[in-house]
């Protein structure tokens, strides 16, 4: 069955650091999401992608945070001066159409601010 | 924003026990989602119910729709400890929403 891919697995920076979380969503998928979870706590929605423009965000997608899909394949999250509680697991995930509401999710960034 | 709140929190049983997790909501939707999350790993789809549907059957998991005491129900029958895992919730945020949220969860436990 076709995959969610994320890059990396696991990504240590120190604080006010940038950094770069990659994604390669399925290929016919046209949404594409992120979401964190901080240890132990619920998944969060971040922001939601669809036709080359954010659709949604949420409250902790501040200016710190941006989205890109730079190509054909590549969904990218950057957090520009990352913060210690920005440390969290980072899941994309996308789904295909109108109509068929089903996410498929990556395993996952586990994202370590020093 | 629309959540689920799904209860119990923690559930232990034994193998070959079932399990039965809720799910309560605020307002309308036009459908919910369930999920299970293994440890430290990507959340994966179990099943989708729409509105106009009470009950689907997926394997060893149905699932309950009640849209007027706004609940669903999840059950795994014939528990294995493969079935450790937390289940949530999921419902889009609102019409024409994109915002698909995730309750709490439930951390379930299966002993051997």
């Known amino acids: 069955e076709p995959e969610v891919t994320q890059t990396p697995s696991h990504q240590v920076t120190q604080m006010g650091q940038e950094v770069i979380l990659r994604c390669v969503p399925i290929s016919n998928h046209l949404y594409f999401y992120w979401y964190r979870q901080i240890l132990g706590q619920k998944v969060e929605f971040l922001v939601s992608f669809y036709n080359n423009e954010i659709s949604e965000k949420s409250e902790i997608f501040d200016d710190q945070f941006s989205v890109e899909r730079p190509d054909g394949s590549n969904f990218t999250l950057k957090i520009r001066s990352t913060k210690l509680e920005d440390s969290a697991m980072y899941f994309c995930a996308s789904r295909d159409r109108v109509g068929n509401e089903k996410l498929f999710f990556g395993s996952g960034t586990q994202l370590s601010v020093l | 924003s629309q959540q689920g709140e799904e209860d119990p929190q923690a559930l232990s049983i034994q193998e070959g026990e079932n399990a039965t997790m809720n799910c309560s909501y605020k307002?309308?939707?036009?459908?919910l989602q369930w999920y299970r999350q293994n440890s430290g790993r990507g959340l994966v789809h179990l099943i989708l119910?729409?509105?106009?549907?009470r009950e689907k059957h997926s394997g060893r998991l149905r699932v309950t729709l009640d849209t007027s005491k706004k609940s669903s129900s999840l059950l795994i029958t014939a528990s294995r400890a493969a079935d450790t895992a937390s289940y949530f919730c999921a419902l889009y945020s609102g019409a024409g929403s994109y915002q698909l949220t995730f309750g709490k969860g439930t951390k379930l436990s299966v002993i051997p």
């Open positions: 307002t309308s939707i036009n459908n």
């Open positions: 119910i729409r509105s106009n549907e």
